[in-house]
């Protein structure tokens, strides 16, 4: 099991700037990749960006350029650094950590299982 812990989310005008913070525990050792998702009222949860153990980033394409993602010195921490935003940013952002395990059956196989933070609100308004 991990446990996902966000913070750093609020509000803030239209061009300013945030950083969110996730905190992973338990069994961080299966983690292969963490990320950030955001839902808006009413609609679907989206990619944000991600990065994977080995330093690997993804970002969708309406914030690359203007967000950036991170890890901490602290093992299994992730940043989500957030400028220039906008509007259409407001949204709840959810941490994500993506896990593998090996099952060694038989047969073996790789098990995987994705975990969600609570969410943190951010709001874009002035």
């Known amino acids: 099991q991990v446990q996902l812990v966000e913070s750093g989310g609020g509000l803030v005008q239209p061009g300013g700037s945030l950083r969110l913070s996730c905190a992973a525990s338990?069994?961080?050792?299966?983690?292969?990749?963490m990320g950030w998702y955001r839902q808006a009222p009413g609609g679907p949860r989206d990619f944000v960006a991600a990065i994977s153990d080995v330093g690997d980033i993804k970002y969708a394409d309406s914030v690359k350029g203007r967000f950036s993602i991170s890890k901490g010195n602290v093992k299994s921490t992730v940043y989500l650094q957030m400028s220039s935003l906008r509007l259409e940013d407001s949204a709840v952002y959810y941490c994500?950590?993506?896990?593998?395990?090996?099952?060694?059956?038989?047969?073996?196989?790789?098990?995987?299982?994705?975990?969600w933070g609570q969410g943190s609100q951010v709001t874009v308004s002035s």
């Open positions: 338990g069994s961080t050792n299966n983690i292969y990749e």
């Open positions: 994500n950590a993506e896990t593998s395990v090996i099952n060694y059956g038989p047969p073996p196989d790789i098990r995987y299982k994705t975990y």
